[in-house]
Every structure is written in structure tokens, then in C-alpha cells.
């Protein structure tokens, strides 16, 4: 919303500062140098900060920025304003892609989704806001343009700028239209510093976040295609939203009326898909996303080069390209996030190619139009997007795939290794029991020896004890000693040892 209002309220602000709007267009290369070196600012302190605490810095520098715009009464303080103003939405759209990535991490898609949802939510409604609050009440800038103004109105404004730098607007729908933002905005930046008292559940949340870091092999290969990526792709969203209602009057014939209805059509299924695409996000992958993305915006901008003068395909293409284009930029982000940890730094680089996309090629695009007004240079630009995105994607699922396949790999060789160290300790095992079995066997031979040793003394004795009764006794008690030897529990044993203790004793 603090965004958006701009563009509406333009013809206001010029007035105010008594300027016309052709002088005053500063403002929007002031605040995109803001919006630039705030996103490189809010990645280095978001790596040394609180996020809570800087964005809710950021949403309260938001707000008094809201409220000093209308009071600017110079030219160059509104300049100056826009570009302060710029910073801190740069350091906001940089720290709530960080932070939604440091809560949730690569689980955060369908929240990434919403994020980026409320960003089309605002701009739909801000001009709606401005409607109402500036009503019919606003003063044309055409009736207050340097050059229709008189020598005498200069110099009384020049006095009105001597005697004070901001004053009161004339027109107070235009204040009002600021405030109801900024007091909205500064709401939400209390909800901020009230998560600051949440020690214990932001502390769990960062050693989560800490346990889950990784970095890719090729970690800044990848950031520096994504930021080509999402050069490419902001460029072509922004040229073709910002181009496609002169481009259907000038060159397909269409009524303004038509022609607004379209611009309408374009950035209505872009919001609309952006808040399907958080149910989308819970059941489908990011790349998959980025995929159907790539293929529906290849497709619609091919159909509207091929047939660029058919008012239908203009009608459908144009709803299929802003369809394709709603979710890239949020699953981009929760992509990257799968492969490699994406902090403060990393997050405002590619962020930085965002914005210079969005600078740069509709600038471009502005005065090939002017000097080729024939050809079709906006169906062109948006055809040579949509073929740089779809060529750059599979090279960096290949760069951030291939170190896990890599990976795979070897943890498949380590178990394997360690299935064999396992079966050939087990077969160590077994042989030790084995050989466990057999120094056992031996002392129980040792033992069954003793024993046989014993007896055969015993029998020998006795028979000496014996030589002095009579034959038949002898015979007896031999009989019964036999028959006591042969039953004893050392010699039922089948044991080589047993057998020679017999044949000891037979011999004796």
C-alpha cells in the first residue's frame, strides 16, 4: 500500500510542491536508488540484528515517512523524502523474505506465498484507498506547470519555500490518504516490538534455524543466477504491466477503455493466482511451481507474438501471462532455501537484481517503443524473459542437484562398506567361538584323563588287595570291577581319550 499510493496521488503531490508532473518524476528514480540501498543495508544488519527489531525500525521510519509526505513543500525535500522513503521499504521487503526463511526454513512455501500475496493485496487496494480519500476534490496539475506559470507565482513560492519546508497541504484528502496508511503501518510495527519480549520461543526458533544451516557447493554460482533469474523476471512483469495499455491502444486498435480493462485482467489473475498459490504451496514443490510457471509464461508470450494483432488471443495470453508470473518470485525464494541457507546478504543480492530488473529493462524498453513504434518490442521482451528463465532454471537445479547426487552416492558406498565390516566382523566373531568351543572340549579331555588316571589306580589296587582270596572271588570281584569300570560316566563318553584310558586299563 505505502508503495502503490504513489502513483495515484501523483498529480496531488506535484500540485502541492507546485510542480509539474514531468519535473517531479524524480521522485520514482529517487525512491528506486532508496529501495536499492535499502535492501543491501538490510541484508548486512539482518545478519547482525534482530529481525523483529529492524523491520519494526523499518515499518516506524515507514510511517513518519508517510506522515512528512504531504507536509513536503519543495521539490527537492519530496525527492529526498521519497528516497528515505525508499530505504526503508527496501529493507522491509529484504527482511520479510529473511524472516519468513528463518522461521520456517525450506518448510516455509505456502507462508513465502502469502507474504508475496499481501504485496499484490496492498497495491490492488491502494488505489481504491486514494479514490476514496481524495474523492473529486483533487486539483490538476496542468493548471499549476512551470511553464504556464507567471513570474509573479514563482517568486511568491519561492517565498512560501524560504519561510518553511513543510507546511500544511492545501488539500487535505491528500493527507488523509497518507495518514490512514502510516497509522496502519505503524499498528503493524507494534506487533513487531512485541515480539522482542518472546525471548525464549525467538531463541528456540534461531537454534533451529542455526541447526539446519548448510551451504551448497556452489553456493555463489547459484545466487548469482538467481540473480540473473529474477532480473529477467521482474523486468518482464514490470514492462509488461506498465506497457501493455499502450501497447493495446497503439498497436492492436483497442478502445482506452479495452485497453484499461486489460491492464486490469493482467494484474487481477496475477493477485488472484498469488493467494491460490497458498493452498498450492502445501501439496506442491516449489520447482514444480517454477516449472508451471515457465512453461505458462513461455507458452501465452509465444501466443501473443504469433498472433499479436488478434484481440482474443491478447485477452487470454494476457490472463495466462499474469497467471504464470504470480508465483515465481515467492518459489524462487523457497527453492533456494532447499539447497542452500539464504541469509541477510544472500537474500539482498538477489533482491538487488530484482529491483535493477525492474529499473533497468522497462527503461530500455521505453525507448526501443519510441524509436521502433511499428514492432512489437514489449511482446518481444517479454518472449526473451520468459526463454532466459526457462533456460536458467535447469542449470541451477543441475548446480544445486548435483553435490547431493554426489552425496547419495557415497553414503550408499559407506553402508555398503560398512554392511561388509559388519559380516566380516561377524564371521571374526564365529571363528572366535569356535575356537572358545575347542579350548573347552580340550579341558573337559583334560579333565576325563584326570578322571581315567584315577580309576586305573584304583583298579590296580584293588586287584593287589585281591591276589590272596580265592580264585572264584577273583574272578567275581574282576567280573563286577569290569562291569563298574565299563559303566562309569568317563567311559560312556566316545571321546578318543576314553578309549585309550580303556585299553590302558585292559593292559594293566
Same mark, same amino acid.
Given at each position: 500500500?505505502?508503495?502503490?499510493?504513489?502513483?495515484?496521488?501523483?498529480?496531488?503531490?506535484?500540485?502541492?510542491?507546485?510542480?509539474?508532473?514531468?519535473?517531479?518524476?524524480?521522485?520514482?528514480?529517487?525512491?528506486?536508488?532508496?529501495?536499492?540501498?535499502?535492501?543491501?543495508?538490510?541484508?548486512?544488519?539482518?545478519?547482525?540484528?534482530?529481525?523483529?527489531?529492524?523491520?519494526?525500525?523499518?515499518?516506524?521510519?515507514?510511517?513518519?515517512?508517510?506522515?512528512?509526505?504531504?507536509?513536503?513543500?519543495?521539490?527537492?525535500?519530496?525527492?529526498?523524502?521519497?528516497?528515505?522513503?525508499?530505504?526503508?521499504?527496501?529493507?522491509?521487503?529484504?527482511?520479510?523474505?529473511?524472516?519468513?526463511?528463518?522461521?520456517?526454513?525450506?518448510?516455509?512455501?505456502?507462508?513465502?506465498? !502469502? &507474504?508475496?500475496? =499481501?504485496?499484490?493485496? #496492498?497495491? *490492488?487496494? $491502494?488505489?481504491?484507498?486514494?479514490?476514496?480519500?481524495?474523492? /473529486?476534490?483533487?486539483?490538476?496539475?496542468?493548471?499549476?506547470?512551470?511553464?504556464?506559470?507567471?513570474?509573479?507565482?514563482?517568486?511568491?513560492?519561492?517565498?512560501?519555500?524560504?519561510?518553511?519546508?513543510?507546511?500544511?497541504?492545501?488539500?487535505?484528502?491528500?493527507?488523509?490518504?497518507?495518514?490512514?496508511?502510516?497509522?496502519?503501518?505503524?499498528?503493524?510495527?507494534?506487533?513487531?516490538?512485541?515480539?522482542?519480549?518472546?525471548?525464549?520461543?525467538?531463541?528456540?526458533?534461531?537454534?533451529?534455524?542455526?541447526?539446519?544451516s548448510r551451504r551448497a557447493k556452489y553456493h555463489n554460482a547459484l545466487l548469482c543466477l538467481l540473480f540473473l533469474f529474477f532480473f529477467f523476471y521482474v523486468g518482464a512483469e514490470v514492462t509488461y504491466?506498465?506497457?501493455?495499455?499502450?501497447?493495446?491502444?497503439?498497436?492492436?486498435?483497442?478502445?482506452?477503455?479495452?485497453? !484499461? &480493462?486489460?491492464? =486490469?485482467?493482467?494484474? #487481477?489473475? *496475477?493477485? $488472484?493466482?498469488?493467494?491460490?498459490?497458498?493452498?498450492?504451496? /502445501?501439496?506442491?514443490?516449489?520447482?514444480?511451481?517454477?516449472?508451471?510457471?515457465?512453461?505458462?509464461?513461455?507458452?501465452?508470450?509465444?501466443?501473443?507474438?504469433?498472433?499479436?494483432?488478434?484481440?482474443?488471443?491478447?485477452?487470454?495470453?494476457?490472463?495466462?501471462?499474469?497467471?504464470?508470473?504470480?508465483?515465481?518470485?515467492?518459489?524462487?525464494?523457497?527453492?533456494?532455501?532447499?539447497?542452500?541457507?539464504?541469509?541477510?546478504?544472500?537474500?539482498?543480492?538477489?533482491v538487488v537484481g530484482a529491483a535493477l530488473g525492474e529499473m533497468a529493462i522497462p527503461a530500455v524498453i521505453g525507448i526501443l517503443q519510441g524509436q521502433y513504434p511499428d514492432l512489437p518490442v514489449v511482446?518481444?521482451?517479454?518472449?526473451?524473459?520468459?526463454?532466459?528463465?526457462?533456460?536458467?532454471?535447469?542449470?541451477?537445479?543441475?548446480?544445486?542437484?548435483?553435490?547431493?547426487?554426489?552425496?547419495?552416492?557415497?553414503?550408499?558406498?559407506?553402508?555398503?562398506?560398512?554392511?561388509?565390516?559388519?559380516?566380516?566382523?561377524?564371521?571374526?566373531?564365529e571363528e572366535e567361538n569356535e575356537e572358545e568351543d575347542a579350548e573347552k572340549w580340550n579341558e573337559m579331555d583334560f579333565e576325563v584323563i584326570e578322571m581315567n588316571d584315577t580309576m586305573r589306580n584304583?583298579?590296580?589296587?584293588?586287584?593287589?588287595?585281591?591276589?590272596?582270596?580265592?580264585?572264584?572271588?577273583?574272578?567275581?570281584?574282576?567280573?563286577?570291577?569290569?562291569?563298574?569300570?565299563?559303566?562309569?560316566?568317563?567311559?560312556?563318553?566316545?571321546?578318543?581319550?576314553?578309549?585309550?584310558?580303556?585299553?590302558?586299563?585292559?593292559?594293566?
Amino acid at each position: 500500500m505505502s508503495v502503490a499510493i504513489l502513483g495515484p496521488t501523483f498529480q496531488d503531490l506535484a500540485t502541492n510542491v507546485n510542480r509539474n508532473i514531468s519535473s517531479l518524476s524524480l521522485i520514482f528514480v529517487g525512491r528506486a536508488f532508496g529501495f536499492l540501498s535499502g535492501s543491501v543495508i538490510g541484508g548486512i544488519l539482518l545478519d547482525n540484528m534482530n529481525h523483529f527489531l529492524l523491520l519494526g525500525m523499518s515499518m516506524l521510519a515507514t510511517t513518519v515517512g508517510l506522515y512528512l509526505v504531504p507536509f513536503c513543500k519543495t521539490a527537492v525535500l519530496l525527492i529526498i523524502m521519497m528516497s528515505v522513503f525508499g530505504v526503508s521499504i527496501g529493507i522491509l521487503d529484504t527482511g520479510g523474505n529473511v524472516l519468513i526463511l528463518a522461521i520456517w526454513g525450506d518448510k516455509g512455501a505456502p507462508h513465502m506465498q !502469502a &507474504l508475496h500475496f =499481501s504485496f499484490a493485496l #496492498g497495491a *490492488f487496494l $491502494a488505489p481504491l484507498l486514494a479514490k476514496l480519500a481524495l474523492g /473529486t476534490t483533487t486539483v490538476s496539475a496542468a493548471n499549476h506547470t512551470e511553464a504556464d506559470s507567471n513570474h509573479s507565482a514563482l517568486n511568491q513560492s519561492s517565498e512560501a519555500d524560504s519561510e518553511s519546508l513543510f507546511r500544511v497541504p492545501d488539500n487535505m484528502n491528500l493527507l488523509w490518504a497518507y495518514a490512514i496508511i502510516g497509522t496502519y503501518i505503524f499498528v503493524v510495527s507494534l506487533f513487531f516490538f512485541a515480539l522482542l519480549f518472546k525471548k525464549s520461543s525467538r531463541q528456540e526458533k534461531a537454534k533451529a534455524s542455526a541447526q539446519r544451516s548448510r551451504r551448497a557447493k556452489y553456493h555463489n554460482a547459484l545466487l548469482c543466477l538467481l540473480f540473473l533469474f529474477f532480473f529477467f523476471y521482474v523486468g518482464a512483469e514490470v514492462t509488461y504491466g506498465s506497457y501493455v495499455f499502450s501497447f493495446a491502444t497503439t498497436h492492436a486498435g483497442m478502445k482506452e477503455s479495452e485497453a !484499461a &480493462l486489460l491492464n =486490469s485482467v493482467f494484474w #487481477g489473475t *496475477f493477485a $488472484a493466482c498469488r493467494g491460490l498459490a497458498i493452498f498450492f504451496a /502445501t501439496c506442491l514443490q516449489p520447482g514444480t511451481m517454477i516449472v508451471l510457471s515457465n512453461v505458462g509464461s513461455l507458452a501465452s508470450s509465444l501466443l501473443l507474438v504469433l498472433f499479436d494483432k488478434s484481440p482474443v488471443c491478447l485477452w487470454i495470453a494476457t490472463s495466462v501471462y499474469g497467471a504464470s508470473m504470480a508465483t515465481t518470485f515467492p518459489s524462487g525464494v523457497s527453492w533456494i532455501e532447499q539447497y542452500t541457507t539464504i541469509h541477510g546478504k544472500s537474500a539482498a543480492f538477489f533482491v538487488v537484481g530484482a529491483a535493477l530488473g525492474e529499473m533497468a529493462i522497462p527503461a530500455v524498453i521505453g525507448i526501443l517503443q519510441g524509436q521502433y513504434p511499428d514492432l512489437p518490442v514489449v511482446l518481444y521482451t517479454i518472449l526473451g524473459a520468459s526463454v532466459a528463465t526457462a533456460v536458467l532454471f535447469p542449470v541451477l537445479y543441475k548446480l544445486a542437484t548435483s553435490p547431493l547426487n554426489q552425496q547419495r552416492k557415497e553414503h550408499r558406498k559407506s553402508e555398503d562398506q560398512k554392511a561388509l565390516l559388519s559380516s566380516s566382523e561377524l564371521n571374526d566373531y564365529e571363528e572366535e567361538n569356535e575356537e572358545e568351543d575347542a579350548e573347552k572340549w580340550n579341558e573337559m579331555d583334560f579333565e576325563v584323563i584326570e578322571m581315567n588316571d584315577t580309576m586305573r589306580n584304583s583298579v590296580i589296587e584293588t586287584s593287589r588287595n585281591v591276589l590272596t582270596k580265592p580264585v572264584a572271588e577273583i574272578s567275581s570281584q574282576s567280573h563286577s570291577s569290569a562291569m563298574v569300570f565299563e559303566s562309569s560316566p568317563a567311559n560312556s563318553g566316545k571321546s578318543p581319550v576314553s578309549h585309550l584310558a580303556r585299553n590302558q586299563c585292559k593292559r594293566d
